[in-house]
Every structure is written in structure tokens, then in C-alpha cells.
């Protein structure tokens, strides 16, 4: 009779532990079997089509659903991806009351940018003449350091200016994406204030 009481408890036990390490880390909890009959727990699904009985739990270990076997990993991985959007998609609409406070932000953050790109070409300006300084006396090695100095910071502008380019374009999409989701929800609310 024991030994049936741990056969029984020893799976809830281990999902018990799993589901209190996924807590810490608010991640999903998956568990399955194996080819084998044997039960795994992991915050990820193992790849290929060996894993039978695929359940899904929540961070307080509640089972949330049943996974469909023949879902492939491609098929988690696209939902997932859904998840992540549908989740920058609330984010972005409850961080900012509307498109000019966004703006704000977009703006704030580019200053910052240029800020530093601006203190970065005026390292690069001192170093220079720093350079230019050392050749002209004839200090090689003082020379040597600094256009060392000089290398590295251009690498550093090179990086600062790469990032504001794409800081513009995700921007340019994240305001796209903002007057796409805000025009959904005044259409839905003049809908529902019309009815």
C-alpha cells in the first residue's frame, strides 16, 4: 500500500518542485513523456515528435492545457512569438496615452543618442590633435597610444551611429504599429458607444 502512495505522490512531488523553480523564474512549465514512459518537467518542449502527453502549467503549477501532439516545435515557436507580440502590443498602447507622448519618449531617447555620439566625436577630435602632437615632436610611443586611443573610440562612434540608425527605423515601426493598434480601439469603442 506505500508503495502505491509513492508511486502516486513521487510525480505530483516532482511537478510540486518544478512548478516551484518556474515560479522563480515566471516562466511556463512543460511536462511529458518519453518514448520510454518515462515523465520529464523542463520550461521547454524537447524537439521532435518523441514526446507523448504534452501538458502545459502556469507559474503557480496549475496544468493550463492539453499541448497537441502533433504540434510541431516550428508551431510552439510561432506562438510564441504571438505571445511576445501580443504582449509588446499591450505594452506599447498602456506606456503612452497617445502618439505625441510617444513622440516624447522617441525624441528623449534620440537626444540621448546624439549626446553621445556628439561626446564620442569630440574624444575622437582631442585624440587626434593628441596624435598629431606626438608625431610632430617626435614622441612615437605617446603617439602610438593615443591613436590606439583614437582606433577605439572611432569604433565606438562607428557602433553610436550604427544604433541610431536602427533606433530611427524601430521607432518608425514602433509609431506604425502604435496608430495601428490606437485606430483599432477608437473603431471598436465608436462601435460600441453607436450601439
Same mark, same amino acid.
Given at each position: 500500500?506505500?508503495?502505491s502512495?509513492l ?7 516532482? &511537478?510540486?518542485?518544478a512548478?516551484?523553480?518556474? %515560479?522563480?523564474?515566471?516562466?511556463r ?18 524537439m ?17 492545457r492539453?499541448?497537441?501532439?502533433s ?12 505571445l511576445?507580440?501580443?504582449? #509588446? +502590443?499591450t505594452?506599447?498602447?498602456? =506606456?503612452?496615452?497617445d502618439?505625441?507622448?510617444? #513622440?516624447? =519618449? ?7 543618442? #546624439? ?5 564620442? *566625436?569630440?574624444?575622437a577630435?582631442?585624440m #587626434?590633435s593628441? %596624435?598629431?602632437?606626438?608625431?610632430a615632436?617626435? +614622441? ?7 591613436? !590606439?586611443?583614437?582606433d577605439? *573610440? ?5 557602433? &553610436? ?6 533606433? &530611427?527605423?524601430?521607432?518608425? &515601426? ?8 490606437? !485606430? ?12
Amino acid at each position: 500500500m506505500k508503495t502505491s502512495f509513492l508511486k502516486i505522490t513521487l510525480p505530483t512531488l516532482a &511537478l510540486m518542485l518544478a512548478a516551484s523553480t518556474a %515560479v522563480a523564474s515566471d516562466a511556463r512549465l512543460y511536462k511529458w513523456l518519453d518514448g520510454n514512459g518515462n515523465m520529464h518537467f523542463g520550461d521547454r518542449l524537447p524537439m521532435g515528435q518523441d514526446a507523448q502527453r504534452r501538458e502545459e502549467f502556469n507559474h503557480n503549477g496549475i496544468r493550463i492545457r492539453q499541448l497537441d501532439l502533433s504540434e510541431s516545435s516550428e508551431t510552439v515557436t510561432e506562438r510564441q512569438e504571438m505571445l511576445r507580440t501580443a504582449n #509588446r +502590443d499591450t505594452a506599447l498602447v498602456a =506606456s503612452f496615452q497617445d502618439e505625441m507622448d510617444l #513622440r516624447r =519618449s522617441h525624441e528623449d531617447f534620440l537626444s540621448n543618442l #546624439r549626446s553621445s555620439m556628439a561626446i564620442g *566625436q569630440a574624444n575622437a577630435k582631442r585624440m #587626434r590633435s593628441i %596624435v598629431e602632437d606626438g608625431q610632430a615632436v617626435g +614622441d612615437s610611443a605617446g603617439s602610438a597610444r593615443a591613436q !590606439a586611443l583614437l582606433d577605439e *573610440q572611432m569604433r565606438e562612434l562607428d557602433k &553610436l551611429e550604427a544604433r541610431y540608425e536602427r533606433v &530611427l527605423i524601430s521607432q518608425a &515601426l514602433e509609431l506604425r504599429r502604435f496608430r495601428e493598434l490606437t !485606430a483599432v480601439s477608437v473603431r471598436t469603442s465608436h462601435r460600441s458607444s453607436n450601439d
